[in-house]
């Protein structure tokens, strides 16, 4: 998909003079009388904000408002849809994790410039500061890091991450290639992060993880429409490499399921792991392109058997919006019973949001936009649940519907 657009202490100390008399007369002594200090007892740290058994609930149920990027250096390097919130630094509060991208692309080409990867704490006045240098070294980062998501995938308790890169945003240049490799972030005994090269190519669009198996060490799904054609799970080695296994995706998502010519494969590019009869298993979300071509692919949920294997899962179609040229699925917020989808159309010129009764499968159009968003954007990227309304992840886009 084109991409269109980083106590002190007081102590108080009472000096006393006082004259000491030595018979009829005599010299005056100072002397000094002690005085306990007064202590300010800090407040007690924070416990570190636990993390969840899937990226979803990261991403959706972080109680937080939605966050104004901070702005970096150079000014063809922007943070847009690559950032992720959990508490990195293990304080008790969120922090943000970014991948940026570099728009140094020309006549018409995707940028071949790979972006970076930076850190934030909010400071005392509650802007984000970069502490990127307390826990990273390698800040190498991707061309195009679309979805940036957290969960546990080493089994330390702590937040690791994982990049979901698809490489040149635009028209690939001659000798240029599809794709480029993901990356994750991995928590160390010390606090800081390793920066890991995944050492595959991927058009990897979208992705999400949850601890499918093992408390702990959760497992990833992609989708990839360019490469390998086709949504896949990358299985925990539990050693800090992981396993793609194709076997447990729906047949339906094959790149060779469609009658054609050659292989097709299906414009696939969301995807979410939920669980969405809060059955104790992560059911499949995934998101197609909904235009009726011979590459469509509605969006649907598969139903998880039990055994996390979706290859003979149960699915529901998800309706589409009537009247409207939303055909892109891009997010999905799940809320009491409740589906919020977002999309946009082929020429990303509309943006809406669908709202699902996830029981009946009844259906309405709940917000449309046509044209640019006040931050110059024509598509909102992520959204999610805040006080009872939808709203956007980043603020600048002012979005926020109540129904």
């Known amino acids: 998909m084109r991409f269109k657009h980083g106590y002190s202490l007081i102590f108080g100390t009472m000096i006393t003079l006082a004259l000491v008399g030595c018979g009829g007369g005599g010299t005056a002594l100072p002397s000094t009388t002690p005085v306990p200090p007064v202590v300010v007892t800090p407040p007690p740290a924070l416990p570190p904000i636990a993390v969840k058994s899937s990226s979803y609930a990261n991403a959706k ?23 992720a919130f959990a508490d990195f630094f293990q304080e008790g509060k ?17 940028s071949l410039v790979p972006g970076k990867v930076y850190f934030f ?23 195009s890091p679309r979805k940036v998501i957290v969960a546990d995938f080493n089994g330390d308790g702590k937040p ?38 995944m050492g595959f190519d991927c058009y990897c669009h979208g992705a999400s993880a949850a601890e499918m198996n093992t408390k702990g060490y959760a497992d990833i799904v992609v989708t990839d429409s360019a490469i390998h054609g086709q949504p896949f799970f990358l299985i ?34 969301s995807v979410e792991l939920i669980d969405f009869d809060n059955a104790g298993k992560f059911d499949l979300w995934l998101g197609g392109t909904n235009d009726k071509s011979i590459a469509s692919f509605a969006p649907s949920i598969f139903k998880n058997p039990g ?20 055909v892109l699925s891009l997010d999905i917020v799940f809320v009491n019973d409740t589906i919020y989808m977002s999309m946009v159309d082929q020429n990303y010129e509309t943006f809406g949001i669908q709202k699902i009764d996830y029981k009946t499968l009844s259906s309405k159009l709940v917000y449309n936009h046509t044209g640019r968003f006040p931050n110059n954007y024509l598509w909102v990227d992520w959204v999610m649940p805040r006080n009872n309304k939808i709203v956007s992840l980043d603020s600048t886009f002012g979005l926020g519907i109540n129904d």
């Not at 937080?64 to 901070?70: E, G, K, L, S, V």
């Not at 005392?124 to 061309?143: H, S």
């Not at 998800?318 to 409207?324: D, F």
């Open 236 to 269: 925990n080695n539990k050693n800090g490499t992981f396993t793609a296994d194709y076997r447990r995706m729906p047949p339906s998502t094959e790149k060779n399921s469609l009658t054609c010519a050659i292989s097709c494969p299906l414009q696939i590019y």
């Open 61 to 83: 149920d972080m109680n937080i408002d939605p966050q104004t990027y901070p702005k970096l250096a150079q000014n063809n390097e922007l943070i847009t849809s690559g950032v």
């Open 94 to 110: 969120m922090s943000m994790v970014a991948f940026s991208n570099v728009f140094a692309g020309a006549n018409g080409f995707g």
């Open 160 to 197: 690791d991450v994982f990049a979901a890169c698809h490489g040149i945003d635009g028209e690939i240049p001659v000798g240029g290639k599809f794709g480029e490799h993901p990356r994750m972030l991995l928590s160390q005994v010390n606090g800081t992060y390793k920066n890991v090269d």
């Open 121 to 143: 704490q909010k400071d005392a006045n509650g802007a984000w500061t970069d502490k990127t240098a307390r826990v990273l070294d390698d800040t190498t980062g991707c061309l």
């Open 307 to 326: 055994n996390n294997d979706f290859s003979n899962a149960a699915v529901t179609i998800l309706p589409s919006v009537v009247g409207y040229p939303l």
